[in-house]
């Protein structure tokens, strides 16, 4: 790593690491956060009808019955029945296990629509290492197996070359613009894609992270916000409009010839390199958009310009992918619903309006 890269921070979450690796950060405390885009006229014009297997997930859980709460993800078909997403989606406390797992083709926000098909999950699988790598240490990838006819929807293969050129993700989350999630879009939860480029492995930046992790910065064309071209001497090396994932679209897939060459996986502020952000760091707009500044990157992250993000390759771990579309990975079976949450979701279905959580993003769910 050059040495420009090198910056010293001590902040929750984003340490320092004072052992051999002291030119890395330690990876901790990362956004889930995934897709926004680089102008905010672009959000309406970037919708797509394409991607046929690419959907949005509605994970219930026990709490659920009670508080109203399930996450919001995005998958992708890559079997006959089997969805490809992220662990962190289906990573749940060990009280509060998983009742259900929705998946809308062709998204959550489309579920009024005459063409919305709803899919429920019979099992899954969490990837067995996730739990001890972490978020960004290259195993947070999940697998689901879902009921019902699929036949008419695209099914994907895996990319296996390559990583670093540029690719198109897609993704069914919230939507905004330079300044972030939250700042001048109504995020309607309905399926986009965008493009940009991998330009790291996340172990070239973050200690305990690895070569199953790929980074991206998110720019705005200009080089006071190119993360890697400001922090690292790169020439500018972003693409025309390009995106990045916000909340919901974890779990997404970014695609390199048509085929699945990562999940969606998470997101950090390019401030870890000013220790700020706000004002003239690369990193301008604080979790609100605004532009005062802060020393607190845990209030920095917000899908905005100047922000880096990681996601999982798939190529490292086709052994847990395989094995799953071969019935050798163990599966785990959503709980039993309480019988009155599910008559309610059968008679009733699911209505919701976003609301945005630092971890994972949550829905609240009413009622006709």
Not at 102 to 112: C, E, I, K, T
Request: contains cysteine; proline residues 3%; aromatic residues 10%.
């Amino acid at each position: 790593m050059k040495k420009s890269m090198k910056v010293a921070l001590a902040v929750a979450g984003l340490l320092l690491a004072s052992n051999a690796s002291a030119t890395k950060y330690v990876a901790g405390d990362l956004a889930k956060s995934y897709m926004t885009y680089t102008t905010v006229d672009q959000v309406n014009t970037s919708r797509t009808s394409g991607y046929s297997g690419v959907g949005s997930l509605f994970i219930s859980t026990v709490s659920t019955a009670t508080t109203g709460l399930g996450g919001v993800c995005t998958g992708s078909l890559i079997g006959g029945g089997t969805v490809l997403t992220a662990a962190h989606c289906l990573s749940t406390d060990a009280g509060d296990p998983i009742t259900s797992i929705a998946f809308y083709l062709p998204s959550f926000g489309d579920r009024r629509a005459a063409e919305t098909q709803i899919f429920s999950a019979s099992a899954f699988a969490i990837h067995p290492d996730y739990a001890v790598t972490g978020l960004a240490g290259g195993n947070d990838v999940a697998a689901f197996t879902i009921t019902g006819d699929t036949t008419g929807y695209e099914k994907y293969g895996l990319f296996t070359g390559d990583p670093f050129q540029q690719y198109t993700e897609v993704g069914a989350g919230t939507v905004g613009g330079p300044r972030g999630t939250n700042v001048g879009v109504t995020s309607d939860y309905r399926k986009r894609l965008g493009s940009n480029i991998y330009e790291y492995y996340g172990s070239d930046i973050f200690s305990g992270s690895s070569e199953g992790v790929v980074l991206y910065d998110f720019d705005d064309g200009t080089a006071a916000h190119d993360v890697f071209g400001r922090n690292d001497g790169y020439v500018q090396r972003g693409v025309l409009g390009e995106s990045a994932a916000s909340p919901g679209d974890s779990g997404g897939p970014e695609f390199i010839n048509g085929k699945i060459v990562s999940v969606t996986s998470f997101g950090i502020t390019g401030g870890i390199f000013d220790g700020y952000c706000g004002g003239s760091s690369t990193d301008p707009y604080n979790n609100t958009g605004s532009t005062v500044v802060t020393t607190n990157l845990a209030n920095c992250t917000n899908s905005s310009v100047g922000e880096i993000g990681g996601n999982t390759l798939v190529s490292y771990n086709r052994n847990f992918i395989d094995g799953y579309l071969n019935g050798t990975v163990a599966t785990l079976a959503p709980v039993p619903e309480p019988a009155t949450w599910a008559m309610m979701l059968t008679g009733f279905g699911i209505i919701g309006f976003a609301m945005r959580r630092r971890k994972s993003l949550k829905t609240i769910v009413g009622y006709a």
